[in-house]
């Protein structure tokens, strides 16, 4: 907090009456309040899963460019003896039948020859370059199936936007990238060509099998240099979109919290169930007090409540507590004429062993005997008096 005010000096001719009034001004900081807006916390695990429902993952369309342009090329020279081979083949057969005379059949021929050809030199290479763009897809984000992206949205018709979008960080990113990658290129196109250069003349004393060998060996060694550069400037595209992709799904300490409390529950909520659980499970504990035979104190502390009945295998314990929860059992037994022993080894072993509803353990069972057979016997001692009387 901030306050500012003026306060009269001794060489201030103004009387402490007439100075003007200044109103204190009071600026409140909430520290708090700021550092819960910045974004500091990582993505969640329900953040992420989300995001990636919406179509919002980490894949660089650099990686897959690269692997697609290998691909093809690596095709193209296994199948470069092929493909040529074909070519030579079709275009010998269309120079050696142009005298015939122009008509509508010659046409479809030469356009289902066209479609052969194109089938039998092209398709291959098509369908492993389809095969490496799905493979690299799926390496990257898996699979993932969203039309949001598809659905119209009128933002994206907001010009204001779209210059947003145009002029935006990641805009920027993308142009630099294209720059870089530009020069890059550039750059080893123009090392490895200036050094074929003085042999490319010498091409027009080869023959044409001889010329067009050598041309090929020539673009495919340049291609895979180019896509070797393309290969690493992906790589470094990937984890920078990944990086880029964390940054975008970052939360603040707030989001976190509010996600918490819808997946896992608000606590206050939790805490006052299980409240209400305990409290339930106190009452249906207290109902069974009055079928004890006997309970067992330390004598303040603890109450367990005991039962055997003929046939059970072995005495079980219906109630414990201590302090409040003690106090109570010994109330109820009082109401219902319980015989209430004092016992503290037993009272201790009883409650540190037995949960509620178990049997009384094997080692204890001497101790609980004699206990029950005291009982048992001011029980008879009861009911002779009675009789007598």
Not at 318 to 342: S, T
Request: glycine share 4%.
């Amino acid at each position: 907090m901030l306050c500012t005010k003026i306060f009269p000096s001794s060489s201030n001719p103004w009387r402490e009456s007439e100075l003007p009034i200044v109103p204190t001004v009071e600026l409140n900081f909430d520290l708090q309040r700021f550092a819960e807006g910045d974004k500091t916390e990582e993505p969640t695990a329900k953040k992420r899963r989300d995001a990636r429902k919406k179509g919002q993952v980490a894949r660089s369309q650099e990686l897959n460019a690269a692997f697609v342009l290998l691909m093809g090329f690596f095709m193209l020279k296994l199948l470069w003896e092929y493909i040529y081979g074909n070519l030579a083949e079709y275009m010998t057969y269309l120079y050696g039948h142009l005298y015939q005379s122009t008509s509508t059949e010659s046409i479809s021929e030469l356009f289902i020859g066209i479609m052969i050809l194109l089938a039998k030199t092209a398709l291959p290479v098509m369908f492993a370059i389809m095969l490496v763009g799905l493979g690299i897809n799926l390496l990257q984000v898996g699979l993932v199936v969203s039309t949001e992206k598809l659905e119209p949205k009128l933002d994206n018709l907001n010009p204001i936007n779209g210059f947003g979008r145009i002029f935006s960080k990641r805009s920027l990113v993308e142009l630099v990238k294209s720059i870089f990658k530009i020069i890059i290129i550039g750059f080893f196109i123009w090392l490895y060509v200036k050094d074929q250069i003085p042999y490319m003349p010498y091409f027009i004393y080869y023959d044409l099998n001889t010329s067009l060998t050598q041309i090929a060996d020539t673009i495919f060694t340049l291609a895979f240099q180019i896509i070797a550069v393309i290969m690493v400037m992906a790589i470094a595209d990937y984890a920078y979109q990944t990086w880029q992709t964390t940054q975008d799904l970052m939360m603040t300490k707030q989001e976190v919290k509010d996600e918490f409390k819808q997946t896992e529950g608000d606590p206050q909520i939790k805490g006052k169930i299980r409240q209400k659980q305990r409290q339930m499970a106190m009452m249906r504990m207290m109902q069974e007090v009055p079928k004890a035979d006997v309970i067992v104190t330390n004598p303040t502390h603890l109450a367990i409540a005991l039962m055997y009945k003929q046939g059970m295998p072995a005495p079980v314990v219906l109630a414990k507590g201590q302090d409040i929860v003690a106090e109570r059992i010994k109330e109820i037994a009082r109401k219902y004429r319980i015989p209430i022993l004092e016992n503290k080894p037993l009272a201790r072993a009883l409650y540190e062993a037995v949960q509620v509803g178990d049997l009384v353990p094997r080692e204890l069972y001497q101790a609980v005997a004699e206990v029950l057979a005291h009982v048992y016997r001011l029980k008879s001692k009861g009911r002779g008096r009675s009789a007598a009387a």
